[in-house]
């Protein structure tokens, strides 16, 4: 409960902050680089205010999700899980707006470093927490497979977990060799998780119906 109330203090001083940045910063900030970290577009500073509401704006909505979802009564057995997750993502927002506020200001903070390290930890993270996730419609590996029965949901689940930290390795990796083709590689090597996880729960689900499993 302590958890929840600091994220939500933590999105909503966010907000404010925002709004108190606003009045500092130039009237065009960096808002996109390339795969060399070049800036190649500066958009007008009312741009942070989508990035400062992201955090309370999904604060709310993975609050709203275990109420409206089906099988909301699966979310109490992965309350932690999920609620460590919530809390990774929004946090990671957090931190990369603040990024790219303190680079609009002037600071030559090396989001080349920021960026890898924090996906690769939010990897990590849900990663480690992804064995724990019950069936549900919301957060997961959802393909027709896994939905569809409970034992290739957790058959899946326990590979994406593993697969998703070594991914999360890669991304702290590559923060530290920095290479140009960063982006490339790193959609290529997510892309290849999803389609294995996929190729997975389809086979699972396969053997799963040969021996009668649900």
Not at 28 to 34: A, T
Not at 68 to 97: C, E, G
Request: glycine share 6%; hydrophobic share 50%.
């Amino acid at each position: 409960m302590k958890k929840n109330k600091l994220i939500l203090l933590l999105s909503v001083l966010t907000l404010i902050g925002t709004v108190i940045s606003y009045f500092y910063l130039p009237e065009r900030i960096p808002m996109h680089w390339n795969h060399r970290w070049e800036v190649t577009r500066y958009d007008h500073k009312a741009t942070i205010f989508i990035t400062g509401s992201m955090p309370l704006l999904s604060y709310i909505l993975f609050n709203v999700l275990p109420k409206i979802d089906p099988k909301r009564d699966n979310y109490k057995k992965h309350q932690s899980a999920y609620w460590a997750t919530r809390n990774a993502f929004i946090l990671l927002m957090i931190v990369t707006h603040w990024v790219l506020i303190a680079i609009g200001l002037g600071s030559n903070l090396e989001i080349n470093i920021f960026v890898p390290v924090g996906i690769g930890l939010l990897f990590m993270i849900i990663g480690n927490y992804m064995p724990q996730f019950r069936h549900n419609y919301f957060i997961g590996i959802r393909t027709p497979w896994t939905l569809m029965n409970e034992h290739v949901w957790k058959k899946t689940h326990q590979l994406g977990g593993y697969l998703f930290m070594l991914v999360g390795i890669y991304f702290i990796i590559t923060a530290i060799i920095n290479f140009d083709l960063f982006i490339y590689i790193s959609l290529g090597f997510v892309l290849l998780v999803i389609i294995v996880l996929t190729v997975y729960s389809y086979i699972q689900f396969k053997n799963a119906k040969k021996v009668g499993t649900k």
